[in-house]
């Protein structure tokens, strides 16, 4: 291969220069593009280091936001696909753990994951990505792939039932393009609906893509074509998501789920307390219930 192109890190094929950016404004960084399954991709990214000194990016202003709307989302597809809430779930790529604790709040057994990010707030409620789980979500985590073909390997391996995931899908981008966001240096692989499709083939599962969220379906799992349907409408509809999960979510009490976490979470704290600091690092203690300034009991 020449610096022109570069060996696809999806499927192995060609990929040829696309165009350069400036990726933490001081590296000069190629863009490649794959023929074969539309992957984009940065030359081999050097540079991650850097970028992942701290784990989470000032520019990502939408976390919360983000964040609320994939609950709502995960919400609506899971009852459609009739995943029992009580079944194990996994948040893979979790960051610090708000996703999986608003899951938790709603009444649903989801358990955290991350390589790099610290988990904050759901301590004690770990996953292991090795084991199938009904559901896995995936949300802002694609397109961290710097080996993207053994990290997407990972993910499969289990064999979830389903696996949710939200990345914008590109559409022949330039270099203007908003989510190549070079100033953070943390977003190295980029997917189009032809390259989910083609990792949907390579691990046995069909994609359901939207524009911006896809769900994997293994293969033999079955889906009736009326909840087929819906989820299709729901992952191309972020009004549409909104409102089921948001109705979806109204069946549950996010107090008695919460109480059901801080008896789980006290359960393991251990016996003598003065082992546990009082801001909680390091140990299990929760705040969630405090309303008079007291420590809870």
């Known amino acids: 291969m020449t610096t022109s192109s570069l060996q696809c890190r999806l499927c192995g094929e060609t990929a040829d220069e696309l165009f350069s950016l400036r990726v933490l404004r001081q590296f000069d960084v190629r863009y490649y593009r794959c023929a074969h399954c539309d992957l984009i991709q940065t030359e081999e990214p050097y540079w991650l280091a850097q970028a992942y000194s701290t784990a989470y990016s000032a520019l990502d202003v939408g ?60 301590r004690g409620f770990e996953g292991e990505p090795q084991i199938a789980y009904a559901l896995v979500t995936c949300f802002e985590v694609f397109e961290h792939f710097a080996n993207v073909h053994d990290e997407l390997a990972a993910l499969f391996r289990p064999r979830p039932d389903f696996v949710l995931v939200g990345t914008f899908l590109h559409s022949n981008p330039g270099k203007d393009w908003w989510y190549l966001v070079p100033d953070s240096g943390q977003h190295v692989a980029f997917y189009s609906r032809q390259t989910m499709q083609q990792i949907g083939t390579l691990f046995g599962y069909e994609a359901v893509c939207g524009e911006d969220y896809v769900l994997f379906i293994r293969h033999g799992k079955k889906v009736a074509a009326w909840r087929r349907a819906l989820i299709g409408w729901i992952l191309n509809s972020n009004w549409l998501a909104n409102v089921v999960g948001f ?5 549950r009490s996010t107090e008695a789920s919460m109480a059901r976490d801080h008896a789980a979470v006290k359960a393991k704290m251990p016996a003598d307390r003065s082992a546990v600091s009082p801001t909680g690092r390091g140990g299990m203690q929760t705040e969630n219930n405090r309303r008079d300034g007291q420590p809870s009991a």
Not at 89 to 114: E, K, P, Q, V
Not at 247 to 251: D, G
């Open 63 to 122: 976390v919360l936001n983000r964040n609320l709307f994939c609950s709502r989302l995960t919400l609506a597809v899971a009852t459609l696909l009739g995943v029992p809430w009580a079944t194990p779930c996994l948040d893979y790529g979790g960051g610090n753990g708000i996703f999986t604790r608003l899951m938790r709040d709603a009444g649903c057994n989801f358990l955290w994951h991350d390589k790099i990010g610290p988990n904050l707030y759901v």
């Open 247 to 251: 109705l979806f979510r109204q069946t």
